[in-house]
C-alpha cells in the first residue's frame, strides 16, 4: 500500500524558514517521482517543486527560496523553504507520480497524495 505523510508544517515570521518532510512507503524512489504541491483557499492546487530519479523542477516563482532533497535510506523527500513570505501560506501536500525518472509539474499527473501540512507565515 501506498502512503505519503507530509509533515513539518507550523507559522512562521515572515523571512523565516521551514523544512518539510515527506516520508513515503510502498514503493522504491526510482519507481515514483515526489511532489510537492501548495493550495491556498480559494485557490488551485499548484506545483512548488518535484524530483524524480534524473530531473528535478522548481516553480518560477519560488526558485532562489527552495531547494527539495531525498534520502534514499529514508525514504523522505525534503522541502526546505527560506526567505518566507506571507504569499507563501498554503496547505501544503506531497504526491508520487508513477514512471518516476523526470517529475510533473500537474498535479493531475499524480497517483497518491499525502494528507497535507499546514504553513502560515505571518507578516
Known amino acids: 500500500e501506498v502512503q505519503l505523510q507530509a509533515s513539518g508544517g507550523g507559522l512562521v515570521q515572515a523571512g523565516g524558514s521551514l523544512r518539510l518532510s515527506c516520508a513515503f512507503s510502498?514503493?522504491?524512489?526510482?519507481?515514483?517521482?515526489i511532489g510537492w504541491f501548495r493550495q491556498a483557499p480559494g485557490k488551485e492546487r499548484d506545483v512548488v517543486s518535484c524530483?524524480?530519479?534524473?530531473?528535478?523542477h522548481y516553480a518560477d516563482s519560488l526558485e532562489g527560496r527552495i531547494t527539495i532533497s531525498r534520502d534514499n535510506a529514508k525514504n523522505t523527500v525534503y522541502l526546505q523553504m527560506n526567505s518566507l513570505k506571507p504569499e507563501d501560506t498554503a496547505v501544503y501536500y506531497c504526491?508520487?507520480?508513477?514512471?518516476?525518472?523526470?517529475?510533473?509539474?500537474?498535479?493531475?499527473?499524480?497517483?497518491?497524495w499525502g494528507q497535507g501540512t499546514q504553513v502560515t507565515v505571518s507578516s
Open positions: 510502498g514503493f522504491t524512489f526510482g519507481d515514483y517521482a
Open positions: 524530483i524524480g530519479s534524473k530531473y528535478t
Open positions: 504526491a508520487a507520480e508513477r514512471y518516476g525518472s523526470n517529475c510533473s509539474p500537474s498535479p493531475l499527473m499524480y497517483d497518491y
